[in-house]
Nanobody, 124 residues
Framework: QVQLVESGGGLVQPGGSLRLSCAAS????????MGWYRQAPGKQRDLVAT???????NYADSVKGRFTISRDNAKNTVYLQMNSLKPEDTAIYYC??????????????????WGQGTQVTVSS
């Protein structure tokens, strides 16, 4: 049983800040990489940021220096701190859990789980 529940979305003015939270199942949180993706109307879903179980992070160029992803293993929660928000950041933000199993002598199998999304609107 895997469940991802996002929260923290809302309306904010340009230049403002917002923090998103994603609560995950304790069963998978410690071994899955976690990430945030976003999708604006009429556009594809794009990567925002990811963090591995070991704490390694990766960011889209458009959010570097403004967004910070982090995880609290004790709470099974991943966060996305968003600062200096711009109107182009407006989108539905989705939490993702990803894991690939297998190796040199085993077939690779990818697992992906998604939350239902939370709306972020940046407007004056």
């Amino acid at each position: 049983q895997v469940q991802l529940v996002e929260s923290g979305g809302g309306l904010v003015q340009p230049g403002g800040s917002l923090r998103l939270s994603c609560a995950a199942s304790r069963t998978i949180f410690s071994i899955y990489a976690m990430g945030w993706y976003r999708q604006a109307p009429g556009k594809q879903r794009d990567l925002v940021a990811t963090i591995t179980s070991g704490g390694s992070t990766n960011y889209a160029d458009s959010v570097k220096g403004r967004f910070t992803i982090s995880r609290d293993n004790a709470k099974n929660t991943v966060y996305l701190q968003m600062n200096s928000l711009k109107p182009e950041d407006t989108a539905i933000y989705y939490c993702n859990a990803h894991r690939t199993t297998g190796g040199s002598y085993s077939p690779l199998v990818a697992y992906d789980y998604w939350g239902q999304g939370t709306q972020v609107t940046v407007s004056s």
